[in-house]
Structure formats: structure tokens, C-alpha cells
């Protein structure tokens, strides 16, 4: 008689679920070994340094160690020949290759670069069948919370940014380390007092109440959102792959969420109204440009109510140049209906102007003129990918009985309760609680004593078919951080990952993901592939 998975789960039969898994998993890791011996991932890599680490789990594991009576039963080595021959990358940019972000000759044949165009994805007709070489003398990560503030030269050995940043603190060479000390463009006075600056210039922005979710453009070395961590706030980070040389990856080395990106030509890979709050400071982003369109993006992702705090030259400058920048802000936030709520200057003369989005659609319904519009499409599914930057403006959400959508509970009631953008359906709310306590009581049973994962050393982590974000919620209690990516295939939760106070972002898992080798600490993917295998000529 068949036998259902959630049945498996209930009758807790363990055993034969996990020998099955651990088959799986020993056949997938030895389809990348040309050898009948013990696979080591290391032997692609014999110059790796492998660091001591502390074989004590945070204390916190404690918490959600599973009974002993429910502990797996040690598992079999299982081997098998496969012959497959997998190499070394070559050639100057191995080391850090990027396909869709490396694609040379695609970006040589572009027409234009004035929106950059060569920023963006451009994806080859096939990847490299072949591993990232490691770079010179690399070592097992620095642990977090210390990895913040320092990272081994030897991991991301990109000198550029310590010469051309040097006076302003970003990043310092101290022997064998980069050093992190908090500083940036706009922190003259160190990363800690510009966030509390933002604070006491708007009391009402509340960090990590009904601040949670917050986008950094333009963001350099994130020690913006690194900072933000210390008062509960998640923070993606991003910029693009540019002059300022492994910016980002300086950030995930780190262990501070983030990703490459740009605002060019396409939207940006996030829900509609997801952000609690959008910063940017000097991200040279030019927000006027094409009547706005820039601003109209940022309008689409903040959430009603939300917030974009802009430092930046013209807010206190009055040269011509950053004058006319700021009447160009002037005119296309004033038709957008953002208000200024707050502008000052902090005691070393930076200025900071903070708009709120509006709440309700009375403002634009008395605007003398429809301009910018609102975009037609809105009952549209809410995905972003590969989709060109509108000239219009998203309508504020509403449920399906036609109410305005709520902002989230503070956090961290947030992450528990009733998402606003969930499905007003008579059986949404179950299917939701359902899901968070299947992953807390997988997590609580399996993931964390019953899987061969050190979580000592696991920082940035990955679910590559989120659903609701229970798996990263099951987390929670963990010093790590997880990207919730949504497939374009799956269903559009990405709204509801946001509302409980996570970060995502949408992507199609046929195509390379944005980011650098060496990333992530562990990759998480639940019942991902099979609604690929039509797809994708690898599964």
C-alpha cells in the first residue's frame, strides 16, 4: 500500500527516510570524484588551509537539540565509480567568474552602456562544465561575529578598494587581514553614529520594530547593513559588479547578506512592496534619469508607509550642479506623492532628507495630472524577472476584498503572525501555520543533530525553493542569515518571505545565479528539482 511523505513524517520512520537521503546525497557528491575512494571535496583544492574550528556548537543549538530517543542511526558509506572527470576553471578571471556577469562578448556587442547595460545579466548559451579554482593561499573562513569586522587578504586578495578608499575607512590591510573599521562615503563619524543619526532624525523609524527589511543601495562593503544586524534588521545589500572592486564580495565574505545587482534598464529582482525601508548614500544612482524611472522602481518595492533615506551631495550642497539634482527630486517625488518627513544635517555636515510613501490614494487621486500614471497591469503575477523599468507607477496593494494592505506586526511578532499579503482564502492561514510547523519540527528533529553539518561554521546559508521562508524561520535562533529565492516556476510567496521579515529574491535556476564563488556555507533545496527536470538537461 503507498505510503504518503507526510505519513513517513508522522510515523516518524526516520530511518528508512534518511538512508534513502544519505544514498542520494553520497551518489550526487561522488558524480563530481573520478575515484572509487573516500570523496574528499578538498582534493580539488590541495593548496586549502584548513583552520582549526571550535567543535562546540553555539550555545543556542542547545535550545533545539532533538531528543535522543529521535537521533538517526549512523549511516553506511556508500561508494560508487562514476566516470566523470571534472577540472579546474582556467584562464585571468577563473577565480571570481561570474557567467552571467562575465559574459565579455556579450557585453561588447552591446549598443549602449549609458543605463548600465553592461551591469546587467548576460547570460552564455551553456556554463562552464568546469570548478572555480581557489585563490592563492586561501583559508577556511573567519568565524562570525568576527568575520564583520576582519577577513583573511588571502580569500578575496582585491587590493584597489584599500588605495582608492583610504581616506575614507572603508577597508584597511592589517598583515594578513582586511579590517572592516565602519566607515564609509557618509560615515564620517563611523557607520554606528550615522545609523543612530537616521534614527533621531525620525523618531518614528523604529530599528528592528517596524524596521525590519531594509535595501542598501549602492552599498560598498555593507557595513551599513553588517551595523544594522546588532538592532535586529536585515539588510540586502547591493551593487554592481564594477570599479570598486569585489565590494560585494567583500560583504559575503564577511558573512553580511548581499548580491550583486544594478539599477539599469530592468527592475530589480524583489516583491512589490517588501521594503520597510530603502537607504542610499552617494550610490550614484541617478534618480531622475528617464523621467524618473529609478524612483518609480523604488516606489514599487517599498511597502505603503515605508521609507527611502537619501545622503547624498544635493541634499546639502548649493553648487548649480547639486541644485538642479535636487529640483529634479523635488518635481518627480512631489508627483509620485512622497513627502519629506524629515531633512537635517549631522555634526560633520552631511545632510540626510528621509520620504515617506504614501498610505492611502487620496493624494493621487487630486494630482492636476495623471503623470506619472499608474501601471495597468496590476493584477499581473508579481514577478520582476527580466522585466523592463515602467514609466508608471504600482498601485498601493490591496487584499482580495479590496482593503488596503496593513504594514507587518513589529518584529519579532512579525515573523509568526498572519503575513498581510497572504491569501485572504478561507484555508490560506492554515496552510501557512501548517508549513511553519512542519519546518520547525523537521528542523528541530533533523537538520540540526541528525545531519553531519557543523553549524558552528555555517554563516550564510541559501534555500533555493523558500515557500514561505519556514525553513530560514525554523532558523531563526542561529547566528546566520538566509537568501530565500523564490523560482519563477514556483509559486510567487516572495511577498510573504518580506512580510515575516525576511530577505529574497526571485530567480530561474536554469540560468547561474548572481553571485561569487565561495559564497555560501550551505545550500538548501526542498522538492526543487522535479519541477525542473523539463527544463534543465542536467537533472
Not at 584599500?162 to 582586511?178: A, F, I, R
Amino acid at each position: 500500500m503507498a505510503i504518503s511523505v507526510e505519513t513517513f513524517f508522522k510515523e516518524r520512520k526516520y530511518p528508512f527516510i534518511f538512508t534513502l537521503l544519505f544514498l542520494l546525497i553520497y551518489v550526487m557528491i561522488l558524480l563530481f570524484a573520478n575515484t572509487t575512494s573516500t570523496f574528499d571535496p578538498n582534493s580539488f583544492y590541495p593548496d586549502l588551509k584548513v583552520q582549526p574550528l571550535d567543535q562546540e556548537l553555539p550555545r543556542i543549538l542547545a535550545k533545539i537539540t532533538a531528543p535522543k530517543d529521535k537521533r538517526l542511526p549512523q549511516m553506511e558509506e556508500v561508494f560508487v565509480d562514476v566516470n566523470i572527470n571534472w577540472k579546474l576553471c582556467k584562464g585571468a578571471v577563473a577565480v571570481d567568474y561570474i557567467p552571467c556577469l562575465d559574459n565579455f562578448k556579450a557585453i561588447k556587442a552591446l549598443k549602449s552602456r549609458r543605463h548600465m547595460e553592461h551591469r546587467e545579466r548576460h547570460c552564455p548559451d551553456s556554463s562552464p562544465q568546469c570548478l572555480e579554482p581557489l585563490p592563492k593561499g586561501y583559508k577556511v573562513p573567519v568565524p562570525w561575529p568576527k568575520s564583520r569586522d576582519m577577513i583573511w587578504y588571502d580569500n578575496v586578495p582585491h587590493p584597489k578598494l584599500v588605495e582608492y578608499k583610504k581616506e575614507q575607512n572603508w577597508v584597511v590591510k592589517s598583515g594578513e587581514y582586511l579590517v572592516f573599521p565602519g566607515g564609509g562615503t557618509q560615515f564620517k563619524e563611523g557607520v554606528n553614529h550615522y545609523i543612530n543619526f537616521i534614527q533621531k532624525t525620525l523618531p518614528s523609524i523604529q530599528w528592528g520594530k517596524n524596521i525590519r527589511v531594509v535595501l542598501d543601495v549602492g552599498c560598498g562593503v555593507a557595513s551599513f547593513g553588517g551595523h544594522l544586524l546588532d538592532k535586529n534588521v536585515i539588510t540586502m545589500s547591493f551593487a554592481p559588479k564594477d570599479e570598486h572592486e569585489a565590494q560585494i564580495q567583500f560583504a559575503l565574505e564577511r558573512g553580511i547578506p548581499a548580491t550583486l545587482s544594478v539599477i539599469g534598464t530592468q527592475k530589480l529582482i524583489f516583491p512589490d512592496n517588501g521594503f520597510d525601508l530603502i537607504h542610499c548614500a552617494r550610490c550614484r544612482v541617478h534618480w531622475d534619469a528617464d523621467g524618473g524611472k529609478p524612483l518609480f522602481e523604488l516606489n514599487r518595492i517599498i511597502r505603503p508607509g515605508g521609507f527611502f533615506a537619501w545622503s547624498a551631495t544635493p541634499v546639502y550642497r548649493d553648487d548649480e550642479r547639486d541644485q538642479k539634482v535636487w529640483n529634479a527630486m523635488v518635481t518627480v517625488t512631489k508627483a509620485m506623492c512622497w513627502t519629506v518627513v524629515a531633512k537635517t544635517l549631522d555634526s560633520s555636515g552631511i545632510g540626510l532628507v528621509i520620504y515617506q510613501k504614501p498610505t492611502s490614494s487620496s493624494c493621487y487621486e487630486n494630482r492636476k495630472e495623471n503623470n506619472p500614471p499608474f501601471c495597468e497591469n496590476h493584477q499581473r503575477k508579481n514577478n520582476s524577472w527580466y522585466a523592463r523599468l515602467s514609466g508608471c507607477l504600482s498601485p498601493l496593494p490591496v487584499d482580495d476584498m479590496g482593503n488596503l494592505q496593513r504594514w507587518p506586526m513589529p518584529w519579532p511578532q512579525r515573523l509568526t503572525n498572519i503575513p498581510p499579503s497572504l491569501s485572504t482564502e478561507s484555508d490560506a492561514g492554515d496552510k501557512f501555520y501548517k508549513d511553519s510547523k512542519h519546518w520547525s519540527e523537521l528542523v528541530l528533529d533533523v537538520y540540526v543533530d541528525g545531519l553531519p553539518i557543523n553549524w558552528s561554521s555555517v554563516r550564510n546559508v541559501m534555500d533555493m525553493n523558500a515557500g514561505f521562508a519556514g525553513f530560514a524561520a525554523a532558523l531563526i535562533d542561529l547566528p546566520l542569515w538566509v537568501m530565500n529565492v523564490v523560482p519563477i516556476d514556483m509559486p510567487d510567496t516572495l511577498s510573504i518571505i518580506f512580510d515575516r521579515g525576511f530577505i529574497g529574491m526571485y530567480h530561474d535556476w536554469c540560468e547561474s545565479f548572481n553571485t561569487y564563488p565561495r559564497t555560501y556555507d550551505l545550500l538548501h533545496s526542498s522538492f526543487l528539482f522535479k519541477n525542473l527536470e523539463q527544463r534543465f538537461p542536467f537533472i
